[in-house]
């Protein structure tokens, strides 16, 4: 099993910044897929950001060159640095880890991000 657990989260003016961050434990594989996704109300979950194991990124294309996954595999821990956030980044952003050699994938909580003046 893997657990997940989101954090960074917050309400935030346009224009301003946030770094969510997921630390997992259990039983993990360098190989897992990593990334992020979010929900706004109402609408379905969508893909943010994934990073792929050999480092590669890819970026929804409402988010490119405002967002940046990363990871640090000392920590079990993976990043999403947010930048120039607006008003529609507003969703819960889950994070996501995905075993591929069974298709598993493995949810966090979910962390609320709010973009309003």
């Known amino acids: 099993q893997v657990q997940l657990v989101e954090s960074g989260g917050g309400l935030v003016q346009p224009g301003g910044s946030l770094r969510l961050s997921c630390a997992a434990s259990g039983s993990l594989l360098r190989s897992d897929v990593m990334g992020w996704y979010r929900q706004a109300p109402g609408k379905q979950r969508e893909l943010v950001a994934v990073?792929?194991?050999?480092?590669?990124?890819n970026y929804a294309a409402s988010v490119e060159g405002r967002f940046t996954i990363s990871r640090d595999n000392a920590k079990n821990t993976m990043y999403l640095s947010m930048n120039s956030l607006k008003p529609e980044d507003t969703a819960i952003y889950y994070c996501n880890r995905r075993r591929l050699a069974s298709g598993t994938n493995y949810w966090g909580q979910g962390t609320q991000v709010t973009v309003s003046s």
């Open positions: 990073l792929a194991t050999g480092g590669k990124a």
